[in-house]
């Protein structure tokens, strides 16, 4: 047993120092436990295919696909539109929103999907983008209480609660919990985020929100650093492909798109240009214009040798004239670099922007200083603001890379647009089928199996592009988590430690009566999440509640209950859940931010839960 706990505490202790991976620890943790003969193999390695790990793959995919096919921005843009210009209205709706959303996807994913829209709406309503931001993380988090599926906590009191020979709780069984939570959420946050979270700071970052793809263009000289240049009919670029060319070796030249006449254009009445990103394969034809960037003695050079038009601003383009840039498939947006970003300290030639997502870099904001020459050599850095340019399909993907940035210069028509594909319908008809056959128990289908079932068929209906892309969607560092601590409380039942935490829980707390107990159980669980992950310490608490309660001869409903929503919500800390991190840069947040805002709602939402839990599921 003093093994046991010693890991435990070991565990907890790099949990907390966050200088280890997670997954890391638990898999070390899980390795000691087989090493000291306190598990088998076979003992330690059930989480790997516990049902509730399973489960939470298929969600993964599952998520990911309503994300991907644009289902979930169409449901969300459409209900925010509701709300007009009034900002206690925004408010309320965007929290009412993402908590729909976050009781069927993963709070990660919700977050991600909603903070470009939400920004959006901020600007064009001139609301504090920071009295929003915070706010959303924490509604994704209460959303997830709606649902037997809304947050892996939720899913770990149900197996134990089965395990122990209970009646497995329904699809349905947490919405009153998880609508107690959003009323109290929006109760409190409505008052302290007015208080906390109006700062002046944000009003720079507002106004630059509000720039026009001109004035960003302008804000970064495009028009003084790209050039446009015409092939010729004998121009020696006519029919080779840009990797045959290597023309950013040999000229340091950039070409960022190409545009040409559409076929049609040969009748008058059709004459139309298309814009092209470049590729390594993309031929060069006569009568192209080259979008070029650097300097001008290279692009004079690079025009000279290779008998090229240069154009000036006003040269036409089909029928219409441009005055500096035309966005049309093609556009620009700005990126803000996460600290903990992949692309960190690499330089711009191996960022593989342009290899992974066809994107290019155009300017780098530093410090208020903007970096626009010789931009391969330059090394990005935590806080970078980068100005890139792609499609516009290109530039909305960017949105999913959450951990490594946050996009922040589309337009609000851009960020706000519906991109429904047409396998959207599809995603929502499997969604559906998924959710009815996890609501209704008289349907002969394990939750499990509905939600493997849901996943496998977002691939074969081509709802995510290929099952690679469905690997990616999947959180691993989450899942190796869950499956190497999931074992954790077998040992500690194992040990007798499961036991003895609950007597001295019961023997502590336990003569006071059960609301005493239970205020122990619940703020003992909101203490550790505010260190360890909430799906671990849910997985720990578990059982020491179960057996607490058994030993009274109370029903372990509301106790277990206590763990999960003690888990879940908790708003103190940036680094308790992954959504309070998320919104933390966009929303220009400091640690203490999340205390003055965060530490309250805790607090009061524990001393609602400590009444209510007793009144939905009765000692």
């Known amino acids: 047993m003093i093994i046991t706990l010693l890991i435990l505490l070991l565990s907890a202790f790099f949990f907390m120092s966050g200088k280890v991976r997670s997954d890391l620890v638990a898999l070390c943790a899980l390795v000691l436990l087989i090493v000291f ?57 965007i929290m009412l929103v993402t ?30 983008v920071s009295r929003l931001l915070m706010p959303l993380a924490f509604a994704s988090s209460m959303g997830g209480m709606m649902t037997l599926i809304g947050t892996p906590p939720n899913l770990v009191i149900q197996e134990t609660l089965t395990n122990a020979g209970y009646t497995p709780l329904t699809f349905f069984s947490f919405t009153p919990v998880g609508f107690v939570c959003l009323v109290v959420g929006l ?24 720039k026009s793809l001109k004035d960003l263009a302008g804000e970064y000289q495009l028009s003084r650093n790209l050039w446009r240049v015409q092939v010729a009919l004998n121009s020696p670029l006519n029919g080779k492909t840009i990797q045959e060319l290597q023309i950013p070796q040999r000229y ?18 059709f004459k139309t240009t298309t814009q092209e990103m470049v590729a390594a394969s993309t031929v060069i034809q006569h009568d192209d214009i080259l979008y070029v960037m650097g300097e001008f003695d290279h692009i004079q050079f690079f025009a000279d040798e290779n008998k090229l038009n240069l154009l000036n601003a006003h040269t036409v383009e089909g029928d219409s004239y441009t005055e500096g840039l035309n966005f049309m498939e093609i556009g620009i947006a700005e ?25 290019n870099i155009l300017g780098i904001q530093r410090k208020r200083e903007y970096l626009l020459q010789n931009l391969k050599e330059e090394k990005m850095h935590s806080g970078d603001v980068l100005l890139v340019q792609g ?49 209704f128990d008289f349907i002969p289908i394990a939750p499990v199996t509905a939600v493997i079932v849901a996943g496998l068929l977002m691939v074969l209906t081509g709802c995510i592009r290929s099952v690679e892309a469905a690997y990616k969607t999947i959180n691993w560092e989450s899942i190796v988590l869950i499956a190497a601590m999931l074992p954790m409380s ?55 509640a179960l057996h607490s309660a058994l030993q009274l001869g109370l029903s372990p409903y509301p106790f277990l209950f206590a763990v999960t929503v003690a888990a879940s919500m908790c708003f103190a800390s940036p680094f308790s859940t992954p959504p309070n991190a998320l919104v933390m840069p966009a929303g220009r947040y400091t640690f203490i931010d999340y205390v003055k805002v965060g530490l309250p709602l805790q607090l009061i939402m524990g001393l609602v839960m400590i009444f209510v839990l007793p009144l939905l599921f009765p000692f």
């Not at 390695?45 to 921005?73: C, D, H, Y």
């Not at 959303?101 to 064009?124: E, H, K, R, Y």
């Not at 951990?403 to 319908?425: C, D």
């Open 99 to 128: 908590a729909f959303i976050g009781a069927f996807v993963s709070n990660t994913g919700t977050v991600a999907l909603m903070l470009p829209i939400v920004v959006s709406m901020a600007v064009s309503s001139h609301i504090n």
């Open 187 to 210: 109760v409190v946050l409505i008052p302290l985020s007015k208080i906390f979270l109006s700062k002046k700071s944000d009003k720079k970052m507002t106004d630059r929100k509000q």
């Open 391 to 439: 499609t516009w399909d290109n530039i909305s993907r960017l949105s999913n890379e959450t951990s490594n940035w946050v996009v922040l210069g589309q337009p609000l028509k851009e960020a706000a647009k519906v991109t429904l594909t047409h396998k959207a319908p599809i995603a929502a008809l499997i969604m559906l089928g998924m959710v009815v056959a996890m609501m």
């Open 490 to 544: 077998l040992a500690l039942e194992k040990t007798g430690a499961s036991v003895l935490v609950s007597r001295s829980l019961v023997s502590g707390l336990g003569g006071y009566g059960p609301y005493v107990l239970l205020t122990g159980i619940y703020f003992t669980t909101s203490l550790l999440t505010m260190f360890i992950s909430n799906t671990a310490t849910a997985v720990l608490l578990a059982p020491i």
């Open 252 to 269: 340091n030249v950039g070409i960022l798109e190409v545009r040409r006449q559409s076929p049609s254009s040969r009748r008058h009445f």
């Open 335 to 359: 990126i803000l670099l996460m600290p903990a970003s992949s692309m960190v300290n690499k330089l711009v030639k191996d960022s593989g922007f342009r290899e992974k997502y066809n994107i």
């Open 37 to 93: 003969g306190i598990l088998t193999p076979e003992e330690a390695l059930t989480g790997f295919s516990n049902p509730i790990v399973i489960m939470m793959i298929g969600l993964f995919v599952v998520g990911g696909a309503i994300l991907q096919t644009g289902l979930a921005k169409m449901i969300s843009s459409h209900i925010l539109k509701l709300a007009g210009g009034n900002e206690l209205k925004l408010f309320v709706l």
